[in-house]
């Protein structure tokens, strides 16, 4: 919005060219989100507390102290990522450019598949919601809907290939595979990072560090300078994402103040879903989709963490965990919350360095 509305006026007031440069737009995107997310976060927690006397409901087979621990906490906090991420991108973007626009409608949409199910746990004051079949098949169609338009908005040579990382010449052509494999990409990751978020903080530093990460992929993907120094795909009109990707960092990082442990508000699956969906979307727009799987390889591990437990269980009446997902699992071995929470955002950055790492060597 500022874009369009202040760089026509550079001609007469020469700082204003700052908002022709996307560096400069994706800073205030970032302190934009950063400013709403500890201006809004106080009243709507306290609104959250208000409406929500008894707090998130806490899943009866999980760990035996959360029951004590995390009782009372609201949940459905992030709505103030949502919020926070929408007007800082809407504000400083090129609201001209689609892929943005694309991005949004996830976010927007798997945020709001999140509040519903949110919203049925706590009316219905249990650990279930929207059924799994109809939560996946919300999904679906989101992300059905927005990899046929990113398909239709991106050049036709590359818009259903799939590259693969630290290699300079491949593009795997999908054809009309490529649909279906990005909706896995979009809802594979929300959920991904929906079974990341069971520890206060747990899940909104890798998402932070997963922004940052595709912040910077966006910006080179979108850029045929780099793109030829790098030897990577060029996808003009992604480096706008780079704002979108600075706004999810601020908020982020304000929503990180409240949810510390102990934290004063869960995200639920309205920040979860929403967050997880966005970076699938930049991940397709940005032709990184694969490199996704190794920035956000904690979420990865999580899932398939759960995925294991369920196939051992099922075949053998084993569980190789002592409970799923993984964090849960040191939980019962005795770690303190706060050791795996850090130790698993460590894990997160050296899988974030890994991630970046493929845009050098090829």
């Given at each position: 919005?500022?874009?369009?509305?202040?760089?026509?006026?550079?001609?007469?007031?020469?700082?204003?060219?700052?908002?022709?440069?996307?560096?400069?737009?994706?800073?205030?995107?970032?302190?934009?989100?950063?400013?709403?997310?500890?201006?809004?976060?106080?009243?709507?927690?306290?609104?959250?507390?208000?409406?929500?006397?008894?707090?998130?409901?806490?899943?009866?087979?999980?760990?035996?102290?959360?029951?004590?621990?995390?009782?009372?906490?609201?949940?459905?906090?992030?709505?103030?990522?949502?919020?926070?991420?929408?007007?800082?991108?809407?504000?400083?973007?090129?609201?001209?450019?689609?892929?943005?626009?694309?991005?949004?409608?996830?976010?927007?949409?798997?945020?709001?598949?999140?509040?519903?199910?949110?919203?049925?746990?706590?009316?219905?004051?249990?650990?279930?919601?929207?059924?799994?079949?109809?939560?996946?098949?919300?999904?679906?169609?989101v992300g059905t809907a927005a990899a046929m338009w990113i398909v239709a908005l991106t050049d036709a040579d590359i818009a259903q290939g799939l590259a693969i990382p630290f290699f300079k010449d491949i593009l795997i052509q999908l054809g009309w595979v490529f649909v279906p494999f990005a909706v896995f990409v979009m809802v594979g990751a929300s959920n991904a990072v929906n079974l990341t978020d069971g520890l206060d903080g747990l899940a909104i530093v890798p998402i932070m560090i997963a922004a940052a990460c595709f912040g910077l992929i966006s910006y080179i993907v979108g850029n045929v300078v780099y793109t030829n120094y790098l030897q990577l795909l060029?996808?003009?009109?992604?480096?706008?994402?780079?704002?979108?990707?600075?706004?999810?960092?601020?908020?982020?990082?304000?929503?990180?103040?409240?949810?510390?442990?102990?934290?004063?508000?869960?995200?639920?699956?309205?920040?979860?879903?929403?967050?997880?969906g966005a970076l699938g979307a930049i991940s397709v727009v940005t032709k990184h989709e694969i490199v996704l799987a190794i920035i956000g390889g904690l979420f990865v591990l999580e899932t398939v963490s759960v995925i294991v437990q369920v196939i051992s269980f099922k075949l053998t009446g084993n569980r190789i965990f002592r409970m799923a997902p993984l964090h849960h699992h040191f939980e019962q071995k005795g770690w303190a919350e706060p050791t795996i929470v850090i130790r698993f955002w460590i894990i997160a950055s050296i899988l974030a360095l890994a991630g970046l790492a493929s845009l050098k060597l090829r």
């Open positions: 919005m500022l874009y369009s509305l202040l760089l026509p006026f550079s001609d007469e007031f020469g700082p204003l060219r700052l908002f022709q440069f996307i560096t400069f737009r994706t800073g205030g995107a970032v302190v934009t989100a950063l400013l709403l997310s500890f201006i809004l976060g106080p009243p709507l927690i306290a609104w959250l507390r208000r409406r929500q006397r008894e707090g998130q409901p806490i899943r009866d087979d999980g760990p035996e102290h959360h029951l004590l621990t995390k009782k009372g906490t609201p949940t459905m906090g992030g709505f103030l990522i949502l919020l926070a991420v929408s007007i800082s991108t809407l504000l400083w973007s090129d609201l001209g450019n689609r892929y943005v626009w694309a991005v949004l409608i996830v976010t927007v949409g798997f945020g709001a598949i999140g509040w519903l199910d949110d919203y049925l746990k706590l009316t219905r004051r249990s650990s279930r919601g929207l059924p799994s079949r109809l939560k996946f098949l919300a999904q679906i169609v060029y996808v003009p009109g992604s480096g706008e994402l780079a704002i979108f990707c600075g706004s999810l960092v601020g908020a982020s990082l304000g929503f990180l103040w409240f949810n510390a442990p102990p934290a004063m508000v869960f995200m639920g699956d309205t920040g979860s879903l929403s967050a997880g």
